[in-house]
C-alpha cells in the first residue's frame, strides 16, 4: 500500500510525503527529487514490527532482527545513492546469541553496508564495537567487524537452531567476524567465571578458538577450579554435540 503527495516545481520533483506499507514494515519519506541533476535528496523514517530482515536478499535464516526502526537519509546521484542513518532494534538473534536495545549508525550503498558506533546489551551482557561491520553487496558478499562483550550469560546463548547448550557461568569476549556473510567465522578469545557444563562445574576458564554455525574449535584452553586445573591445546566439536 502507497500513499503520496507530489508536487512537480519545474525540474524539481516535491515528495511532500509519501508512506508506503508491506509485509509488517511501514516507511515514510519526504524530500526532493533533483531531475536535472539526476539526484536524490530525501528523508526517511521506517519501523518494522516483525523480523526487519525477512524482505533483504540473502540475510541468514539464523539472523532475525524484531521492532526496528531507522531515521535517516537518501541522498546522491541515482547511480550511486547512499543511505545514512541511525537504526536501532528492540531485539533479535545472531546465530544464537539474543540481544537486546541494539542501536548503531548505518551507512548504505550499492556496494557495501557498514554499521558503526554499536551498543547494546546481548545475552544480557553489554557489548561495545572495535571495528565497524562491513558487509560487502557485490561479489561473494562477505562480512567483517569486531565486537568486544562483556558479562556475557552463558545460559542463554543456543544454537543456531535455536536449541539450548548445556552451559551456566558468566563470561567476557571479544570477537572478529570474516568470511561469507550468509556463513560467518567468529575468531575469539575469552574469559569465564563461574563456568558449569552439563551440570559439571568447572569454576574459570580462559580460551582462544573459532565458531561457524556448524562447529567450535578452542585452542589453548585452560580451566582453574576447586576439583580441577586443566589445559587442553585443541578441542573441536559441531555445535549439536554440546546440546
Known amino acids: 500500500?502507497?500513499?503520496?503527495?507530489?508536487?512537480?516545481?519545474?525540474?524539481?520533483?516535491?515528495?511532500?510525503?509519501?508512506?508506503?506499507?508491506?509485509?509488517g514494515v511501514a516507511a515514510r519519506v519526504r524530500g526532493e527529487v533533483l531531475v536535472n541533476e539526476a539526484r536524490l535528496k530525501l528523508a526517511i523514517s521506517a519501523e518494522a514490527t516483525t523480523n526487519a530482515l525477512a524482505w533483504v536478499p540473502?540475510?541468514?535464516?539464523?539472523?532475525?532482527?524484531?521492532?526496528?526502526?531507522?531515521?535517516?537519509?537518501?541522498?546522491?546521484?541515482?547511480?550511486s545513492v547512499r543511505v545514512i542513518g541511525e537504526a536501532q532494534s528492540g531485539g533479535g538473534v545472531a546465530y544464537g546469541v539474543p540481544f537486546t536495545?541494539?542501536?548503531?549508525?548505518?551507512?548504505?550503498s550499492a556496494s557495501e553496508v557498514t554499521v558503526e558506533h554499536l551498543a547494546g546489551s546481548i545475552a544480557r551482557g553489554v557489548i561495545e564495537q572495535?571495528?565497524?561491520?562491513?558487509?560487502?553487496?557485490?561479489g561473494n558478499r562477505r562480512i567483517r567487524g569486531a565486537v568486544r562483550a562483556r558479562?556475557?550469560?552463558?545460559?542463554?546463548?543456543?544454537?543456531?537452531?535455536?536449541?539450548?547448550?548445556?552451559l551456566a557461568g558468566v563470561g567476557d569476549a571479544e570477537a572478529w567476524l570474516s568470511g561469507p556473510a550468509s556463513s560467518p567465522t567468529v575468531t575469539f578469545a575469552a574469559a569465564t567465571s563461574g563456568l558449569t557444563i552439563s551440570g559439571e562445574r568447572l569454576d574459570k576458564a580462559t580460551t582462544r578458538g573459532t565458531v561457524t554455525k556448524d562447529r567450535l574449535v578452542l585452542r589453548d584452553v585452560r580451566?582453574?577450579?576447586?576439583?580441577?586445573?586443566?589445559?587442553?591445546?585443541?578441542?573441536?566439536?559441531?555445535?549439536?554435540?554440546?546440546?
Open 58 to 79: 540473502d540475510v541468514p535464516t539464523e539472523v532475525t532482527v524484531r521492532d526496528a526502526r531507522f531515521e535517516g537519509t537518501i541522498t546522491g546521484p541515482y547511480r
Open 101 to 108: 536495545d541494539a542501536r548503531g549508525q548505518v551507512t548504505a
Open 130 to 138: 572495535l571495528r565497524p561491520i562491513v558487509v560487502e553487496l557485490d
Open 151 to 166: 558479562g556475557l550469560r552463558l545460559d542463554e546463548l543456543k544454537t543456531p537452531d535455536g536449541e539450548a547448550l548445556p
Open 223 to 243: 580451566v582453574n577450579g576447586a576439583l580441577l586445573d586443566a589445559r587442553a591445546e585443541r578441542l573441536s566439536m559441531t555445535l549439536h554435540t554440546l546440546q
Open 1 to 23: 500500500e502507497v500513499n503520496a503527495r507530489v508536487v512537480v516545481r519545474d525540474d524539481v520533483v516535491v515528495l511532500e510525503r509519501a508512506h508506503a506499507a508491506a509485509a
